[in-house]
């Protein structure tokens, strides 16, 4: 259980990074590129590699189309204060297109 303050006005104070997030968006960006380059033919390939289940590796990666911008603001902790890695993998079924990402995460 986690308690955050969120702040509509004034929002000029620092967040910090959250290491969860930010390891699950840089995995997902690794794996792309490995698959993308040829040093790994499937998502089977990476789960057996990194001994996890290939149901996760197949979630986490659908982070690898995660916009610029976002993340951008998730290197940066200017996240929206209620997105962490859980909520990104489990609870938000986010578009492709990375403008209609950046409305449904609430980011400018």
């Given amino acids: ?4 303050i969120i702040m509509t006005e004034g ?16 995995r ?3 794996w792309f590129e490995e698959l993308a380059s040829g ?3 499937s998502l089977t ?3 057996r590699r990194e001994k996890i289940a290939p149901r996760y ?3 986490l990666s659908r982070l690898s189309f995660v916009a610029p911008r976002i993340v951008e603001a998730i290197c940066q902790g200017r996240q929206p204060a209620d997105l962490n890695a859980e909520t990104l ?3 938000i079924d986010l578009p492709l297109e990375w403008s209609a990402q950046l409305n449904a995460l609430g980011i400018d």
């Fill in 57 to 59: 590796v197949e979630r």
């Fill in 11 to 26: 929002e000029d104070l620092p967040r910090k990074v959250d290491p969860a997030l930010l390891k699950a968006v840089a």
């Fill in 28 to 30: 997902a960006k690794a």
């Fill in 45 to 47: 390939d990476i789960a």
């Fill in 1 to 4: 259980m986690e308690t955050r």
């Fill in 89 to 91: 993998l489990n609870r």
């Fill in 39 to 41: 040093r790994l033919r």
